[in-house]
């Protein structure tokens, strides 16, 4: 015959409950030590990722055409000279600058469908560096000197004289950049070129 079982103390009765208290602390504070941990981290990566964060475009050089003038006639024989401004819009210096611009003779009044014909030779111009804020001057003739039948197109503003170019530097990021540009001759009686419609990119 099975005995019926002792019913327990009332000192087992608190042992019992005191263990059981105290493991819902520890599952508590241990819970809490969790939680802490994981938003220490998170600060602690928020913090670096700041730091590390890629320089924005803003704090970089960045070259751009200020303006550019020519000096005619559109006589023959005669190689029209212009002057094309550089401007480093950026705040940082533009470093190890280089550029290489050549004037040309459109031979139509639409541009053609093609990609950027310009590339950065190997006897590209070495400029150096350009300041947050400075502007240089580069000088670009016509690659040869003006034929009869180029002036006469040419007064009849159906050929234009235009300017290609690109520009490759690098900011204090150590970054690569480069500026193509087109610039064309429309209005013979003033002496600014403008912009071309497409083919000026600067990144």
Not at 83 to 94: I, R
Not at 124 to 143: D, K, M
Request: aromatic residues 8%; charged residues 20%; glycine residues 6%.
């Amino acid at each position: 015959m099975t005995s019926p079982s002792r019913p327990e103390s009332s000192a087992d009765q608190e042992k019992a409950l005191f263990a059981q208290s105290s493991s819902k602390g520890f599952l508590k504070n241990h819970g809490y030590f969790l939680v802490g941990s994981v938003l220490a981290l998170i600060l602690v990566f928020s913090i670096v990722s700041i730091r590390g964060k890629p320089p924005q475009p803003a704090d970089g050089a960045r070259v751009t055409v200020q303006e550019a003038t020519i000096v005619g006639p559109l006589v023959q024989h005669n190689a029209p000279t212009a002057t094309v401004f550089l401007k480093n819009t950026g705040q940082s210096p533009a470093l190890t600058t280089k550029a290489r611009l050549v004037m040309t003779v459109w031979t139509a009044n639409t541009f053609p469908d093609w990609d950027m014909p310009l590339k950065l030779m190997p006897d590209a111009e070495t400029i150096g560096e350009i300041g947050p804020g400075s502007v240089v001057p580069r000088t670009v003739s016509l690659i040869a000197p003006l034929t009869d039948v180029q002036g006469m197109h040419l007064e009849r503003k159906d050929w234009f004289i235009v300017i290609l170019g690109i520009v490759s530097y690098v900011d204090t990021f150590e970054n690569p950049h480069e500026t193509k540009l087109c610039l064309i001759w429309r209005e013979t009686a003033a002496e600014h070129l403008s912009l071309c419609e497409k083919w000026n990119e600067a990144d």
